[in-house]
Structures are given as structure tokens and as C-alpha cells.
């Protein structure tokens, strides 16, 4: 596992600031996604419930905007939340979107909490030989635009 960069902090903020344009849902997080090159160009972004689909994730909106024979093995995806490994709405996960699409490198700020399931995309992103790197420091600023979901969680509702 490599160590966050400044960049990384920096694309990851944004990423969350992405997040904040979900439209909000009592059933399911709001998320931001990015993918970025080594050079740090930005190859395409994209939230969850994008274009008003109540379905859609991030990191699946992020790679639907990308001709599928992009070249993404130099690349960087930054998502304010942990994609997902469990799913009822697609017939792939994101996990497997980011395995499939050549990604080699995935930043995270926070494991999705076990509100809808139990999440393994870390685990299974480095199995598939992925770099997974978790900043847990912006953790919370993911808790704060995900609030209502997770203050429901605590109260057990």
C-alpha cells in the first residue's frame, strides 16, 4: 500500500465536494468519484444518482462517460467512499467496474459503513492487485455530507 501524496489529498476534496451534488436518498450514500492520470489531468468524474438516475454510483458514472477501450492503467480513481462489493440495482458492483476498467490505483477517505452491507471493495480491489490508499484524516468530512444516513444508523431506525 503506497502513502497519500498531496495530490491525492487534493483530488480526494474534491471528490467529496462532488459528492455534495448527489441528489439526497434515505437509501443510499452520497458519493464522489474522479479518475486522474499520473500527470494529474482529470479523465472523467461523476456522483451518485448523476443525471437523475436513482441508481447510479459514482464510480460506475464516472467510467460510463469513458469509451470502454480507454487506457486507464495509468490512472488514479479518487472515491470519497469505499466502492461497493455488494449490490441489487446493477449486475456488477463498482469494485468489479474498477478491476475491469485497468485502474491501478484507488484513494478512498472512508469504508462504507455497514448500513445497506457488508462492504469488501478494499479487500478485494488489492486482491485483484490494486493500491488502495485510505486518508482517513478526511473520513469525517465523507460522515458529514452522508449525515443523515449515518445519524439514522446510530439511532438504529
Request: hydrophobic residues 35%.
Amino acid at each position: 500500500m503506497s502513502r497519500a501524496t498531496d495530490e491525492d489529498h487534493r483530488w480526494l476534496l474534491e471528490a467529496i465536494a462532488l459528492s455534495r451534488r448527489c441528489p439526497p436518498t434515505d437509501r443510499a450514500y452520497c458519493v464522489g468519484a474522479i479518475v486522474v492520470t499520473l500527470d494529474g489531468t482529470r479523465v472523467t468524474e461523476g456522483f451518485s444518482r448523476e443525471n437523475d438516475d436513482p441508481h447510479v454510483h459514482a464510480e460506475e458514472a464516472a467510467l460510463g462517460k469513458l469509451d470502454p477501450h480507454t487506457d486507464l492503467s495509468q490512472t488514479t480513481m479518487y472515491s470519497s467512499l469505499e466502492p461497493c462489493s455488494a449490490r441489487r440495482s446493477r449486475d456488477r458492483t463498482c469494485t468489479q467496474l474498477i478491476l475491469e476498467s485497468g485502474i491501478r490505483r484507488v484513494v478512498i477517505a472512508l469504508r462504507e459503513p455497514p448500513l445497506f452491507s457488508d462492504c469488501e471493495g478494499v479487500e478485494l480491489l488489492q486482491a485483484g492487485g490494486i493500491d488502495v490508499v485510505e486518508i482517513a484524516e478526511l473520513g469525517p468530512a465523507v460522515e458529514e455530507v452522508n449525515a443523515r444516513l449515518l445519524l439514522r444508523e446510530c439511532q438504529g431506525d
